[in-house]
Every structure is written in structure tokens, then in C-alpha cells.
């Protein structure tokens, strides 16, 4: 294949184009091809609209884009609708069926993003809408490193928790773009019908895992208190990306081992969005949180 890209501490080899992910020469551990893909799976366990899964499988199906078939941790599949847009069906591949194959790959897929701070890296979770991308920009305006955007990918190794970067852009809605006062006319959009584009961000950064130290978990209600045993493990398990892939694709045991390390070694505490603000004092009031880190 003409291309073979590192991403989330997977190596990935494909003849698709993607000018933005960093290449690299290590050996190829999944692959991402077009092809025909079934329209349901053979054995279904799971009940979702547009989602099919089994033990060694996983069936997207988007609207109008087209169908992406996630395989024993090394195969993505996808192909085509007709009438879509061919640059539409690719980038989808780097969101859900991303995580799906880091999921089967035995990596935690937080839903979130993470940044650099003193040599580690602090991730900002949270259920989606919550200003985690926003905060990241502005983290970006600042010269801090991002890592990740959207889906952080997590793993234990030889005890050290470990967040390994993704894509060095962020997937931004137009009107967070205009609060940062950025014109849209040279950003790619991520789908043709959404205002949502991938806005490039700072990332030098080694393509390997770096340690996460802390996680904030944003929302518009502050948390009552520092989350600590049973209620700690909870928050962290509530924000993996589709914690139910693991349970699917049989590595719960594997899944509770990331979550308790995390609980163990890894800072999680609030931070209060105040939607009525302004972006520029939610990014103060983060940065006096980050400070006291």
C-alpha cells in the first residue's frame, strides 16, 4: 500500500491520501482499504440503529456516505454510497470506526482530547457539546502541544498510563470557529453537509505514547467533590468512547484493567463550563484550574 500512517498507537497502512496524518515506516498492524462491505453481519449482538457488532466484527452504516466494516482489529473496510462523496467516506474512517478498531486492538478510547502540560498530558473529557474542543483551540492559540481531539486513545504499559497521539487537527463547528475569529474558507470540512471543519493544530510531538497525569471532566455543574474510590472508576468508565465494544469484542477484563490504572495513578477532577460566558473566561478560569494542577 502507498501510505502508512501512525495513529493513536496504531500503524496503519492504506492507499488513501490523508495529508494531514503523520506517516511513518513502522510495521503495519491494520489496514484500511475499500472494498465490498455486507450490508448486515451474519450474527448481530448489539441493538443500535446503523450499528451491527459481533465478537470479531463491527458494521457502520452512515446515510448517504456509506458502510465500514471494522475486522479482528486489523481490517477496515468501507465502501461507498452512491452519489457520496468520495472525501467524505474517507475521513469518516478516523472517528467511530477508528475507535472500534482501537477497541478490538485492546487499547481505552476515551471521549475526549488531551494536550501537553509540563511533559504530560492532561485530557479534557466530558459528554459531547461541552466546550472540550474549544478549550483545546485556545490551548493551541497559546503554543501548547495537542494530542488528541475527540477520541483519546489510552493504554497501561509496563504501569504507566499512557495517551498516544492521533490527528494534529481538531474538528471544530463554524460557530466555535468564529468565536475564535477564524475564517472558514481554507479549512476542509469534515462532511460535506455539516459545518464542521478540521482545523490544524500544534503537534511536534513523538508519534508514541505520553503519560497522562490528569483529567478534567468538563460540564455546566461543578463535581460535589474530588472523585475518589468506586465513584472515581465510575466517571472514568462513563466517559470511554462506547465502553459496550469492549463487552462485544470480549476484552472487558482488559477494559477494567485500563480503568482501575487510571484510577490509580491519574489525577480526575471537574471543571465547570459556564455556557453563558464567553470562550476567552471559561479559558481563564481553565488555565487558574490547570495552574493549581
Request: net charge negative; with cysteine; glycine share 6%.
Amino acid at each position: 500500500m502507498k501510505y502508512r500512517y501512525r495513529i493513536g498507537g496504531i500503524t496503519i497502512a492504506t492507499d488513501i491520501y490523508y495529508p494531514y496524518l503523520p506517516e511513518t515506516d513502522l510495521p503495519v498492524e491494520a489496514s484500511v482499504i475499500h472494498g465490498t462491505v455486507p450490508e448486515s453481519l451474519e450474527e448481530n449482538v448489539v441493538d443500535f440503529p446503523f450499528i451491527e457488532a459481533n465478537a470479531g466484527q463491527l458494521l457502520l452504516k452512515i446515510p448517504r456516505i456509506g458502510r465500514y466494516l471494522v475486522e479482528a482489529g486489523t481490517t477496515i473496510t468501507i465502501q461507498a454510497l452512491e452519489h457520496a462523496d468520495c472525501h467524505d467516506v474517507e475521513k469518516q474512517v478516523l472517528s467511530f470506526p477508528f475507535a472500534a478498531l482501537s477497541h478490538q486492538r485492546g487499547f481505552l478510547p476515551i471521549h475526549g482530547g488531551a494536550f501537553v502540560f509540563q511533559n504530560e498530558a492532561v485530557m479534557l473529557s466530558g459528554i459531547s457539546g461541552t466546550g472540550k474542543s474549544a478549550l483545546l483551540a485556545k490551548l493551541n492559540e497559546d503554543g501548547y502541544s495537542i494530542l488528541t481531539d475527540d477520541i483519546s486513545n489510552v493504554k497501561v504499559v509496563d504501569g504507566e498510563v499512557l495517551v498516544y497521539p492521533s490527528f494534529p487537527y481538531l474538528m471544530l463547528w463554524k460557530d466555535t470557529l468564529a468565536k475564535l475569529n477564524v475564517d472558514t474558507a481554507n479549512l476542509t470540512k469534515l462532511r460535506g453537509d455539516l459545518e464542521k471543519y478540521l482545523y490544524p493544530v500544534h503537534n511536534n510531538l513523538p508519534i508514541e505514547g505520553v503519560p497522562l497525569s490528569k483529567v478534567f471532566i468538563l460540564g455546566e455543574r461543578p463535581l460535589a467533590v474530588v472523585p475518589k474510590g468506586l465513584k472515581k472508576i465510575e466517571l472514568i468508565r462513563a466517559n470511554i468512547f462506547k465502553p459496550w465494544m469492549s463487552d462485544v469484542f470480549g476484552n472487558p477484563q482488559q477494559q477494567f484493567k485500563e480503568v482501575m490504572a487510571i484510577a490509580a495513578k491519574v489525577k480526575v477532577e471537574g471543571f465547570q463550563v459556564k455556557r453563558k460566558e464567553k470562550l476567552e473566561i471559561n479559558y481563564q478560569a481553565f488555565l487558574e484550574e490547570l495552574a493549581r494542577a
